[in-house]
């Protein structure tokens, strides 16, 4: 199950960065850029929790500080995707399931407006302003509009994909089978019913004979 998790969220996470730095920056759209690594760390964390999010979140930052053309101090966006997992994860469901779009899309909102903010904040610690020159709230508001325009069509595939890979048939049912086996033979369950079975039927022989004497007798009488 741990392996399905990490080669899951390893190509998810390798496929989101290819496509956003081929396509979605090369987009040239006003403000800010369609975030799918993000949307990628949401959906992961919704259903792997704030520690996997968490771990989820550094390496696909790290990857981002340093494929080319990164134009920022290693490290940072790294930082700003670990908190979002962590914090992301920790709403996760206990049932692992959630009943409507409203979380996911509210966690979009959230993540979107928290990553830009964090990173600007850390880019200001480094004396980086960009975020400055386009100006803070354009960016929040494009980040915003951009990750809820992609996240219908990303988040909840993820989210299935990773319960997909969570849920192993042969690894449930090869686990079912021997905690059953291991119960019978703990407990002793199988030579339990097996007696209880034999008492059984030796009480309705015995009702049967006494049955088919009765009815003897009637018919000597």
Request: contains cysteine; aromatic residues 4%; hydrophobic residues 55%.
């Amino acid at each position: 199950m741990r392996f399905n998790r990490i080669l899951l969220s390893t190509t998810l996470v390798v496929v989101a960065l290819v496509l956003q730095v081929s396509i979605l920056a090369r987009l040239q759209l006003p403000g800010a850029v369609p975030d799918l690594l993000l949307l990628v760390v949401v959906g992961l964390s919704l259903v792997y929790g704030h520690v996997s999010g968490a771990l989820i979140g550094f390496g696909a930052g790290l990857l981002v500080d340093l494929a080319p053309p990164a134009d920022h101090a290693a490290g940072r966006y790294a930082l700003v995707l670990c908190v979002i997992g962590y914090l992301v994860g920790l709403a996760k469901p206990e049932n692992g399931q959630l009943r409507s779009a409203t979380g996911p899309m509210a966690m979009v909102v959230v993540a979107a407006v928290g990553s830009t903010l964090l990173y600007a904040g850390v880019g200001a610690l480094v004396g980086d302003t960009a975020a400055r020159h386009v100006g803070l709230v354009s960016l929040l508001v494009t980040a915003v509009i951009y990750d809820l325009l992609l996240a219908p069509f990303t988040v909840p595939l993820i989210m299935a994909l990773a319960r997909r890979a969570e849920n192993d048939p042969l690894a449930e049912n090869t686990g079912s089978g021997s905690d059953v086996a291991s119960g019978f033979m703990a407990n002793g369950t199988g030579l339990r019913i097996g007696e209880q079975r034999g008492v059984l039927r030796m009480k309705a022989a015995r009702n049967r004979a006494a049955r088919a004497g009765r009815i003897k007798g009637v018919k000597r009488l």
